[in-house]
C-alpha cells in the first residue's frame, strides 16, 4: 500500500532534549514536507526537500533540522525542543513537487 | 500578506443533504488550488483540485467551482454521508507547486443522522 509513514505517533519530551521524528515513504516520491499544525493556524511548512540532499527551509524553520540522505526518508530532527513546538506534525510527499500531497497520520508532540 | 481563509469554521448538515464549503483567497497569482479532507486522528487527504484556467471541476460526489474574478472557491458534497464529518482545508499555490502550497484553517463539517 502506498504511503507516508511517521513515527512515534505520540511523544512527549522535556524541553533541551534532542529527538527526532521519523518519515518514510513507499512510493518513490521525490518532493517531501514538514508541516505543523496549530489550532487557528492551519497547516505551516517548516521545511522540504526536493530530492537527496536537497533541502530548504519553510515559512516555519526556527528550531528544526533535516535531513534527506535517502530518497525514501525525511527525519525532522528538534535538537533542544521547547514547548511552543508543541504542535501536530505531518510529513508529507508528492512525485515531483507539483502534484497533490499525500500525508501521514501525524505525530502529536508535547514539550514540557 | 497573503492569506487563504475560510468563511465558516464549522457547518452542519442533515445526513442526504448537500454541503458546500466556501474558501477566499486573496493572492491573484495562484493559479492552482486543492481541496484536502482531515479526518480525526488522520492526515489531510486529497479530494479533488482544480486550476485558474477552469470555473469548475467534478469528481465523484464532489465539486469545486472557482470564481477568479471574486477570488472565491468552493467544494460541493453532494448526498452527504456521515463518513463526510470532517475538516475540509482548501490550498492555493502559485505554478502547482507544492513548497508554495498555502493551506486555509479548515471548516469542520458535520453530519446529522
Known amino acids: 500500500e502506498a504511503q507516508v509513514t511517521q513515527n512515534p505517533r505520540y511523544l512527549i519530551t522535556v524541553t533541551g532534549k534532542k529527538l527526532t521524528v521519523t518519515c518514510s515513504q513507499n512510493?518513490?516520491?521525490?518532493?517531501m514536507s514538514w508541516y505543523r499544525q496549530d489550532p487557528g493556524l492551519g497547516l505551516r511548512q517548516i521545511y522540504y526537500s526536493m530530492n537527496v540532499e536537497a533541502t530548504d527551509k519553510g515559512d516555519v524553520p526556527e528550531g528544526y533540522k533535516v535531513s534527506r540522505k535517502e530518497k525514501r526518508n525525511f527525519p525532522l530532527i528538534l535538537e533542544s525542543p521547547s514547548p511552543n513546538q508543541t504542535s501536530l506534525y505531518f510529513c508529507?510527499?508528492?512525485?515531483?513537487?507539483?502534484?497533490?500531497?499525500?500525508f501521514g497520520n501525524g505525530t502529536r508532540l508535547t514539550v514540557t | 500578506g497573503e492569506s487563504v481563509g475560510l468563511h465558516l469554521p464549522t457547518l452542519s448538515v442533515q445526513e442526504g443533504d448537500n454541503s458546500i464549503i466556501n474558501c477566499a483567497y486573496s493572492?491573484?497569482?495562484?493559479?492552482?488550488f486543492i481541496w484536502y479532507k482531515q479526518e480525526s486522528g488522520k492526515g489531510p487527504q486529497f479530494i479533488i483540485d482544480i486550476r485558474s484556467n477552469m470555473d469548475k471541476r467534478q469528481g465523484q460526489r464532489v465539486t469545486v467551482l472557482l470564481n477568479k474574478t471574486v477570488k472565491h472557491l468552493s467544494l460541493q458534497i453532494a448526498a452527504t454521508q456521515p463518513g463526510d464529518s470532517a475538516v475540509y482545508f482548501c490550498a492555493e499555490t502559485r505554478s502547482g507547486s507544492a513548497r508554495q502550497l498555502t493551506f486555509g484553517s479548515g471548516t469542520q463539517l458535520t453530519v446529522l443522522p
Open positions: 512510493m518513490n516520491h521525490e518532493y
Open positions: 508529507a510527499s508528492s512525485l515531483t513537487g507539483v502534484e497533490p500531497l499525500h
Open positions: 493572492n491573484s497569482a495562484s493559479d492552482y
